[in-house]
């Protein structure tokens, strides 16, 4: 009995020996780092247009958005014909954003043979954005934020062709997405934006 009250002590001590000399935890590391705010609306996003400049979203707060997938040798892209006079007929109401991308393999190599064959073939003025990647793992932050209901609130469908659209409202929320096979002038999407 006292050899085995003997060894409980010292196992006992040693554990209090072994505590005591672990280092307190620093206030860094006892409290995580706060994780950067996720975003509240399109308006927190920054793109590059497509000569590389930096654009904040918020520039067209007041504005409902028309934020297409583009691409340039795709059965719908005579959609930009649309798009441009959606563009001018509307401008008031809606901004028009193309995002040209290759996540469906038919985009040009270059911005700027995107720039010049939008300009030459469709007389494109509204905004053009870099060459971007808009579904999967590598979609830029902005069409991760669109294609995520549990993100945005409101819709939860990627781009599943080109020409895929999400009109977003005057306060940056996104309100509706539409395939591709609803073109720009439809009754549909003039509607909501006339809303």
């Known amino acids: 009995m006292k050899k085995s009250l003997i060894l ?27 994780a950067p705010a996720a975003p509240a609306s399109v308006y927190d996003f920054t793109v590059k247009s497509i000569d590389g400049k ?5 520039k067209y707060k007041g504005k409902k958005m ?32 193309g ?3 290759n996540s469906f393999n038919q985009e040009l190599a270059s911005n700027a043979e995107v720039a010049s064959f939008c300009e030459k073939n469709y007389g494109v003025t509204f905004p ?4 971007v990647a808009v579904k ?10 669109l294609a995520d209901k549990t993100k945005n609130g409101r819709v939860g469908d990627a781009p599943n062709w080109n020409f895929c659209k999400y009109l977003v409202d005057e306060k940056g929320q996104v309100v509706k997405f539409y395939s591709s096979r609803v073109t720009p002038l439809s009754a549909e999407l003039v509607a909501d934006i006339a809303k």
Request: charged share 15%; glycine share 4%.
């Open 128 to 131: 053009l954005f870099e060459t």
């Open 66 to 97: 028309l934020i297409v997938n583009t691409a340039s040798k795709c059965g719908f892209t005579p959609q930009y014909k649309e798009l441009e006079e959606l563009s001018k007929k509307y401008g008031s109401k809606v901004a028009v954003l």
């Open 8 to 34: 409980t002590l010292a196992t006992a001590a040693t554990a209090v020996v072994i505590i005591a000399a672990r280092p307190a935890a620093s206030p860094a590391m006892s409290t995580p780092a706060a």
């Open 99 to 101: 995002f040209p991308s």
């Open 54 to 58: 930096a654009v904040k979203l918020s």
């Open 136 to 145: 999967g793992s590598d979609a830029i932050p902005l069409y991760q934020y």
